[in-house]
C-alpha cells in the first residue's frame, strides 16, 4: 500500500484507543474536564453501563459559543499554550483530545453556557461529522452526553465486559474523583437510581467514610507530615480493618487520582510489621509536591506519573504513614478481646472439657521466673496469698514474673491489666527485628567466617539478584560471591545464623527470591528491612522449642521496652489479652 495521510475522523478513533477504552474512561475524563472548569457540583448518570448513555452535567465556567466547534477539535485546548507549560501542569486535562476522542466512536452532544451568555449554545457529532453550534435553552454550565459509545468501533465495543462490569468501573471512577475531590459535590445515577450523592463540605474524614462505607469510621488515623517538600495528609485505617483487595488504598497527588506502585510501597513500608502480607491497607493519602517535580505526561489517560526524585516521595510516604501508626499503636497493649463481650459472645469460652495437668501433652509447665533485674525463684506462697486474696491489683503483682509454657507455642503470662497469652515465636521475632534494625544502625552485623565455603545453588536469575544486593548482605553478616553463573559461594555467615543455626542457604535462596519480586519497587532502606525481617523470623524460637525461666522472662521484660510489640514483623498479633474486668464478670464477680 502506498503511504497515505489518515482522515481527520481515522485519526480521531485512533487516538481514541488510547484515551477512551470504556465507559468509565469517558466518565473519568468528563469529570475531570467539570473539575477543571472550577464546577462546585457535578452530576454523572449511567444508562446501560454507560454504552448507552453517559451524561455529565457540571456548574463550571462553561465553554463560549464561539467556542464550540474548538472544543471538539483534536489538539484544541485552553490548558496550555506553550511546551513549558508541560513542566507545571495545574489541571487535569492539557493534551486537548479527550473531547475529540470521545466524540469519534459515539453520537455527542455537549451543550453550555458561560456567565457571560443569557442562551447556551449546544454542538452535536454524528458518526464523527460535527454540526454547526446552535442556540439552546440551558442552565450555566456544561451538560455533555455520550450516546452508543463504540457505535461504529464494533472492535472496540466486542471487547466491553456486562454492563453491570462497565456499571461497577465507572462508579469507581467516580468515587476515586470524589476522594480526590472532597470539597466538590458529587451525584451518581446509575439507570436512574441514585447511587451516590455527596454534600459539598470538603472534610476530608467525612468524604473518605461516604466513599470507603462506614466501617472505617472510627478506625481512621490522621496523616499529616511533610517531608523534604512532599506534604503527606490523608488518613490511614488501623491494620485491624484491612482488605482482601487493594480498592481501599487511594493516592491523590495534586488533586489527581493516580496509581503508583511506588507510592503504593511506601504505604505498605508505612505499615511494616502491622500488616499480614495478603492485606491491603486502608489508605486515603493527598500528596502535594511543587508540579515541577512531577511528570504527569507519561500516560494517556494520565493515571501515572514519574517523580523527579521517587526515593524522597518514597520517604515521606513512608515516614508519614510510620507516624500515624505509631501514634496510635505506641503501647505495647496488644489486640484485645472484646472488653465487653456479651453473654455467649466472648471468644473466650467457658471450659466444659476435665482438666488435664501434669503429663507432657499440650498442657503445660510453670516456670519460675527470677523477678526483675533479679535471679531468684518465684515465691509461690506470694502469690498465692494476693490471688487467694483476690485483689487484682495486688495479684498482679505477685503474678508477672509466673509464666507458664503451655499447647508448645504459647507463654500463659499476666500483667496488671489481666492475662496474656503469647506467641513466642511471633513475639521472638518482632523482638528480633527491632533490635536488628537498631543495631545495623550503628555498623555491620557480626560475622563468623565458615571453615570452607558453602556453596548454594541459585540460578542465573538468582545471581543476578545478588549481585545488586552483595553491598546490603555484607551489612547483615552474609559475605558471599557468586561462583560461576548459577551458584554462590558463601564465605560468611551472621553470628546470629552459627548461634540459632540457620541454614544459611535457604535463607539466602529466599532473600534471593523476594529481591527478584522486590527489586521493581524498592529503595535500600526498604530492602534491607525486608532481609532483617526474614533474619529475625528465621532465628527465632520455633513455636515447639521450649523456654527456661530465664529466657521466658526476657523476652516478657523487652516486649514492654518496644514499640508494635504486640505484632509480629508479618502483621500478626504476638499476645493476646484476657482482662481482669471480663474474668472477673465471667467468674460471677462484678
Ligand atoms: P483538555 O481537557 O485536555 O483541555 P478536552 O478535549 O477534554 O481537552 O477538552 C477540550 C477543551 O474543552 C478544554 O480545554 C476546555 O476548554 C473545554 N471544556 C471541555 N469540557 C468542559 C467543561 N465541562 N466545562 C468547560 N470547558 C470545557
Ligand atoms: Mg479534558
New binding site residues.
Given amino acids: 500500500m502506498p503511504i497515505r495521510e489518515l482522515p481527520p475522523q481515522l485519526v480521531n478513533e485512533i487516538a481514541a484507543g488510547e484515551v477512551v477504552e470504556r465507559p468509565a474512561s469517558v466518565v473519568k475524563?468528563?469529570v475531570?474536564?467539570?473539575i477543571?472548569?472550577g464546577?462546585s457540583r457535578i452530576s454523572v448518570s449511567l444508562f446501560g453501563g454507560g454504552i448507552e448513555r453517559i451524561e455529565?452535567a457540571?456548574d463550571?465556567?462553561?465553554?463560549p459559543f464561539g467556542?464550540l466547534p474548538?472544543?471538539l477539535a483534536p489538539h484544541?485546548?485552553?490548558?496550555i499554550r506553550e511546551s513549558e507549560d508541560l513542566g507545571r501542569i495545574r489541571?487535569?486535562?492539557?493534551?486537548?483530545?479527550?473531547?475529540?476522542s470521545i466524540a469519534a466512536v459515539s453520537r455527542f452532544r455537549?451543550r453550555?453556557r458561560p456567565r457571560e451568555q443569557t442562551e447556551a449554545g449546544e454542538i452535536e457529532v454524528q458518526a464523527g461529522t460535527a454540526s454547526p453550534p446552535r442556540p439552546a435553552a440551558g442552565p450555566l454550565?456544561?451538560l455533555?452526553v455520550v450516546e452508543q459509545l463504540f457505535l461504529n468501533t464494533p472492535a472496540r465495543r466486542k471487547f466491553l465486559k456486562s454492563p453491570a462490569a462497565e456499571t461497577a468501573r465507572a462508579a469507581e471512577v467516580v468515587r476515586s474523583l470524589a476522594i480526590a475531590r472532597p470539597e466538590l459535590a458529587i451525584r451518581l445515577e446509575i439507570d436512574g437510581r441514585t447511587s451516590l450523592d455527596l454534600p459539598a463540605g470538603g472534610e476530608m474524614r467525612r468524604r473518605v467514610v461516604e466513599v470507603l462505607g462506614r466501617e472505617t469510621e472510627g478506625n481512621l488515623l490522621e496523616v499529616d507530615a511533610t517531608e523534604g517538600g512532599v506534604r503527606v495528609a490523608g488518613f490511614v485505617g488501623r491494620p485491624e480493618i484491612a482488605k482482601g483487595s487493594g480498592r481501599s488504598t487511594r493516592i491523590v497527588l495534586n488533586g489527581r487520582a493516580i496509581h503508583d506502585r511506588l507510592i503504593l510501597h511506601a504505604i505498605r513500608e508505612g505499615f511494616r510489621g502491622c500488616l499480614p502480607g495478603d492485606r491491603h491497607p486502608v489508605a486515603v493519602l493527598h500528596l502535594g509536591i511543587d508540579p515541577e517535580q512531577v511528570d504527569v505526561n507519561v500516560h494517556p489517560a494520565k493515571t501515572e506519573v514519574r517523580f523527579r526524585n521517587g526515593p524522597l516521595v518514597h520517604a515521606a510516604v513512608r515516614h508519614a504513614v510510620r507516624a500515624a501508626i505509631l501514634a496510635a499503636e505506641g503501647t505495647p497493649t496488644l489486640e484485645t478481646f472484646p472488653a465487653t463481650g456479651r453473654r455467649g459472645e466472648s471468644p473466650v469460652q467457658p471450659s466444659t472439657a476435665p482438666l488435664r495437668f501434669g503429663g507432657d501433652g499440650p498442657g503445660g509447665r510453670l516456670l519460675s521466673l527470677p523477678p526483675r533485674g533479679e535471679t531468684r525463684g518465684f515465691d509461690y506462697g506470694a502469690a498465692a496469698a494476693a490471688i487467694a486474696s483476690a485483689d487484682p491489683p495486688a495479684a498482679a503483682e505477685a503474678v508477672p514474673r509466673a509464666v507458664l509454657q503451655a499447647g508448645g507455642t504459647f507463654l500463659v503470662a499476666a500483667d496488671e491489666d489481666g492475662l496474656l497469652i503469647v506467641d513466642k515465636h511471633a513475639l521472638h521475632e518482632r523482638l528480633e527485628f527491632e533490635r536488628l534494625r537498631q543495631r545495623i544502625a550503628e555498623g555491620p552485623l557480626e560475622r563468623q567466617a565458615l571453615l570452607s565455603p558453602l556453596l548454594v545453588e541459585v540460578g542465573g536469575a538468582g545471581v543476578e539478584a545478588f549481585e545488586s544486593l552483595a553491598p546490603l548482605l555484607s551489612r547483615i553478616g552474609l559475605e558471599a560471591a557468586p561462583a560461576g553463573s548459577q551458584r554462590i559461594a558463601i564465605a560468611a555467615v551472621p553470628s546470629l545464623f552459627a548461634s540459632r543455626r540457620v541454614d544459611a542457604a535457604a535463607f539466602l535462596r529466599e532473600v534471593l527470591d523476594g529481591a527478584v519480586a522486590a527489586a521493581a519497587a524498592s529503595d535500600e532502606e526498604s530492602l534491607l528491612e525486608s532481609i532483617l525481617s526474614m533474619m529475625a523470623c528465621k532465628a527465632s524460637v520455633r513455636a515447639g522449642e521450649s523456654l527456661s525461666g530465664v529466657e521466658a522472662a526476657s523476652l516478657l521484660d523487652r516486649a514492654a521496652e518496644v514499640d508494635l510489640a504486640g505484632r509480629c514483623p508479618h502483621g500478626r498479633p504476638t499476645m493476646l489479652r484476657l482482662p481482669w474486668s471480663d474474668l472477673r464478670r465471667r467468674f460471677g464477680r462484678s
Fill in positions: 475524563e468528563l475531570e474536564n467539570a477543571d472548569a464546577a455529565v457540571d463550571g465556567v462553561g465553554i467556542e474548538l472544543a484544541a485546548t485552553s490548558k489541571t487535569l486535562g492539557f493534551r486537548g483530545e479527550a473531547i475529540a455537549l453550555s454550565g456544561t455533555v
